[in-house]
């Protein structure tokens, strides 16, 4: 079963513009992750972020975490279109069995 | 080696044939996960592995689908008697495991595109 949902399920942008996405779950965490992925092969790790945590960078990555409402967002500044894929947040239950449960991915589209 | 390594990358099989795909984890990689991926869709879990704990099976969609780890490395997984709604791409991971200290995410692999037909 899904975790939660995300939003938008499709981005179109311009290089050079601000990404915001954003990811929605259920249950308490652990951490959530957050995965690219190119042409519907393998994915590729970004960020983690903690349930303690605020909010962490990475790069031209910033990553927030609001438990109270069980939200996350994942923004990707000056995007370049080499930054088109899809984009899946996933998160660790706070039984912290391990298990990652994923999002539905939102599809950015980066436009030269 | 150096990342997850699955095959085939790819596989067409007839319908009700039995099919295994195969999943080499990073080494010392003591957690592997299997995903099943539709067209367009998100990722959905189908079992995961940690070290020598007794494998959670919650995500396998029917008593068709088993899989199995050998040794604490390789895993494969096996779908009996497959329909066309079994057509899919299937992706393995590993990670270190249980919650460590670091920054520390799943390593996936390139995955194997199943097409019953």
């Known amino acids: ?112 | 080696g150096a990342g997850v390594s699955q095959s085939p990358s790819n596989k067409v099989t007839e319908k009700g044939k039995d099919v295994e795909l195969r999943c080499d984890p990073i080494s010392g990689h003591t957690a592997l996960y299997w995903y099943r991926q539709s067209l367009g869709q998100g990722l959905e879990f189908l079992i995961y592995f940690q070290g020598n704990s007794a494998p959670d099976k919650s995500g396998l969609p029917s008593d068709r689908f088993s899989a199995e780890r050998t040794g604490g490395s390789v895993s494969t997984l096996t779908i009996q008697r497959t329909q066309q709604e079994d057509s899919a791409v299937y992706l393995c991971a590993s990670s270190l495991g249980m919650f460590l200290q670091g920054n520390y995410g799943y390593t996936f692999g390139s995955g194997t595109r199943l097409t019953v037909v």
């Not at chain 1, 975490?65 to 996933?90: G, N, V």
């Open chain 1, 1 to 112: 079963s899904q975790q939660g949902e995300e939003d938008p399920q499709a981005l179109s942008i311009q290089e050079g513009e601000n990404a915001t996405m954003n990811c929605s779950y259920k249950t308490s965490i652990n951490n959530l992750q957050w995965y690219r992925q190119n042409s519907g092969r393998g994915l590729v790790h970004l960020i983690l972020i903690r349930s303690n945590e605020r909010e962490k960078h990475s790069g031209r990555l910033r990553v927030t975490l609001d438990t109270s409402k069980k939200s996350s967002s994942l923004l990707i500044t000056a995007s370049r279109a080499a930054d088109t894929a899809s984009y899946f947040c996933a998160t660790v239950g706070s039984s912290n069995t391990g298990k990652l449960i994923f999002g539905q991915g939102t599809t950015l589209q980066v436009k030269p």
